[in-house]
């Protein structure tokens, strides 16, 4: 069975991963249309079916694309403030969906969302998926079954790092240079670390709490760039998450401790250590061709409508966690470091 899917958006993610990741599920899914707010901008993806934009004329719009019943799904990323009206028609619609995350802008938005999801306004049985490529990363994967091995978790500690210049071609994007959202690169980018995290620590460990400070490092990043935070966590224990794109740090670490050793992952790299870390006992696997999970997280999608049943990892309500975390963490930084409870996690 092939699915016929449509592309809505043609910005840097759908160019350089969306598209080459529906590609690549040929066996799966069949690209049938483009649409994007501009003729010039579908046009750019240089794909041959048929185009859709907001200037194309009667017969081109979004809504048309809609009504093609040899389209069964839709591949979303657009604007983060955008994306929910269009999530809310292609539901109405009956196509399946698959949407970038963050699920919306803010909690109150993405409740709406999830409620409108629940609601018999959906068409024909579509189904919400949303798209968060870190729960698909082998090595994050691979981590957490090690993990899992260790015994209790008995502490972690994430550190992401970066530097966004301007001129770069994720800063000149419009709608992030100017971001109308809370928390600019930290609710874009922030969230994929948050949901990294999230996976490694398991239900046993996961954040009940929080407390964070916040700050602007570069004036171009509005309205803040890095956090720092303390988690505190359902078995009793506490970690760390910090989260700069504005700093001369670089690079990414997530690590857990646990009763009979620890694990970190280091981009493609997994680190399992038996006992405690001076002790030297480890094995590292590395996962070369991992890539960035968008190609496992489509096919995931993909085989997930086929078999009739959304796939857990690309639920609304684990996206909708993944939000809280972040907006609580800037609302703790706003008050001065003032604790927060978490309670869709």
Known sequence: ??????IIGSGIFVREEH?????AAKEYLTLKAVYSRSLKSAQSLEQNVDLYSDDSGSGKTYHDLLLRDDIQAVILALPI???PEYIEAALAAGKHVLAEKPIAGDIARAEKLIEYYKSDKVKGGATWAVAENFRFLDSFLYAQQEIQKLGRVTGFRVKSFGNVKKGGKYFETAWRKTPGYQGGFLLDGGVHFVAGTRLLLGEEAKPTGLTAYTTLLLEHLPPVDTVNSVWKCKSGISGTFMNSFGTTFSGSEYSVACEKGSVTVERSKVTVRQGEENEGNLKVEE??????GVKQEVKAWAESIIAGKPNPRQSPELALGDLEILEKMLKSGEADGEKQSLQYV
């Open 19 to 23: 598209l080459p990741a529906v590609l």
């Open 81 to 83: 403030l955008s994306q």
């Open 287 to 292: 996962f070369k061709d991992e890539g960035s």
């Open 1 to 6: 069975m092939s699915i016929g899917v449509a």
